[in-house]
T-cell receptor, first 113, second 113 residues
């Protein structure tokens, strides 16, 4: 099983809403990632969790708040987003060492109105 | 610094071989990856290569790595219409004790009948 599951697949939210994106993997991976992908652009790293601790925050605005409740789950809490935050949000996981594969979920297509 | 470059488009006839090229700058990269992304979908890991290898073959896919020139290529033999997608080259790097992927801009592979 090399599956990373993201929910929801699509999300439309207003600028005053609070919502959460969810990501789950059952491969025993100890590193999980959030990436943001704008249309016709490559994915850009947002956050890295290693052994359930936040190890990289790529200067992401505080309206994005990651959470790793356990080694299988990764959440991204959204609050007071802007229309320019509309994008595909991708979750990935790996064993956490450089010499291993990284697997991606199908993404959540977020539209902020 | 980290920078991964790819050409944006490649057009090939069905049945021909496709060769997608990528250059990277981080000499400390240990693993290099090829991902496929179809419209509206997440990233599918196609293959990867260790930096101490110069070639890897997996069915229709052949990866060539020239570490001296920091040049990576992906050859798809007998290209089919289902191969139409965007192909991302990515390098894996370690910063601050954790890792992440840096992606190229992606090459859009267009298949002509």
């Amino acid at each position: 099983d090399t599956e990373v599951t993201q929910t929801p697949k699509h999300l439309v939210m207003g600028m005053t809403n609070k919502k959460s994106l969810k990501c789950e993997q059952h491969m025993g991976h100890r590193a999980m990632y959030w990436y943001k992908q704008k249309a016709k652009k490559p994915p850009e790293l947002m956050f890295v969790y290693s052994y359930e601790k936040l190890s990289i925050n790529e200067s992401v605005p505080s309206r994005f708040s990651p959470e790793c409740p356990n080694s299988s789950l990764l959440n991204l809490h959204l609050h007071a987003l802007q229309p320019e935050d509309s994008a595909l949000y991708l979750c990935a996981s790996s064993q956490g060492q450089v010499n291993t594969e990284a697997f991606f979920g199908q993404g959540t297509r977020l539209t902020v109105v | 610094g980290e920078d991964v470059e790819q050409s944006l488009f490649l057009s090939v006839r069905e049945g021909d071989s496709s060769v997608i090229n990528c250059t990277y700058t981080d000499s400390s990269s240990t693993y290099l990856y090829w991902y496929k992304q179809e419209p509206g979908a997440g990233l599918q890991l196609l293959t990867y290569i260790f930096s101490n290898m110069d070639m890897k073959q997996d069915q229709r896919l052949t990866v060539l790595l020239n570490k001296k020139d920091k040049h990576l290529s992906l050859r798809i033999a007998d290209t089919q219409t289902g191969d139409s997608a965007i192909y991302f080259c990515a390098e894996r790097h370690i910063r601050r004790g954790a890792d992440g992927l840096t992606f190229g801009k992606g090459t859009h592979l267009i298949i002509q009948p």
